[in-house]
């Protein structure tokens, strides 16, 4: 079976991509092959995880009238023809898109030619598996109601890395890795993998308090951003508890393992990173597009695991009223932990494979 996985320009459109090629790679048969375009993360982070990367022209869709609009039918078709040629190269028998850029030519260079398999992860579709969904094979979605017609809900794959991790079997370890205290209950922030300014601010403000009550902090600021700057954070008071900023995280599985309780982004990986798990959160959704960072989290928020504040209220203040209750009492950190571990569902990425064997077999069963 050779698959063609399109998934690009951000890491919510890759992540569900790559966990989906590693647990096709199980079966060494498979031949997977990763499209993407020169502007998307993908070109770092396809690569890193050992998998073929072919690109194609990018045809960003334009949201207003501009000249853009007027060469698109020009570009796509570029990007359609170029796909086309990777998929003949390569003897595809399958496309299996997430989204983003690359994901709308490459179904249309698919359609008529070989099946199609749509992955939405967000609770709102984009606008590419809109248009792709109608001439699919099969549809699935991270979570009910995302408009896409006949979706099967199967969640948002995550690496196995994270769907298999033993977070107490690693906590020591991974509290070590990061110079935190090995026995202070430890809230984990980051804000995506660009970071986020008002995350930041609010956490660097409420770091002093925070260590003083014996909670440690492990803050990935973002590559972009200036490191915050915190005083009387250092673990001084006595307590052992240690504010621990680094720029960018290369070891979720450890970061997770560190952590009891995590402040975050809701975008729809981070969601289904701390869904899989099995941590509590408090999430910031971010304020912009349609609303969906808070409808990824909606399933977490509703059985208590996960609490919601929004972006325009997040100070320092806050942070502290919602960390240190949960942090500070281990009897409500049980309970909000055993809710999570509750909503810790099965691996995704199998369901998914599973969904994309059916529709090969189905597909070589009519040519036969």
Known sequence: ????????????HIEPALAVADALAADPSVVITALGTERGLETTLVPARGYELRLVPAVPLPRKPSRDLVTLPTRMRASIRATRAVMAERSVDVVVGFGGYVALPAYLAARRRVPIVVHEANARAGLANRIGSRFAAAVAAAVPGTGLPHA???GNPVRRSLSQLDRPAL???ARETFGLDPDAPTLLVFGGSQGARRINEAVAGAAAELTAAGIGVLHAYGRKNDPPSVAGADGGSGTGARYVAVPYLD?????????DLVLARSGAITVAEIDAVGLPAVYVPLPHGNGEQRLNAQRQLDVGAAVAVADEDLTAAMVL??????LGDPDRLAERTAAARRMAAAPA???LVA??????DRAAGTAS
């Not at 070891?251 to 952590?259: G, I, K, N, V």
Request: glycine letters at 12%.
């Open 321 to 326: 009223e919602q960390v240190l209750p949960v």
């Open 355 to 360: 969904l994309i064997r059916s529709v090969v």
């Open 251 to 259: 070891r979720m599985d450890l970061a997770y393992a560190a952590a």
């Open 171 to 173: 906590r020591g370890q």
């Open 152 to 154: 099967q809900v199967v």
């Open 1 to 12: 079976m050779s698959v063609l996985l399109a998934g690009g320009g951000t890491a919510g």
């Open 349 to 351: 990425a199998d369901a």
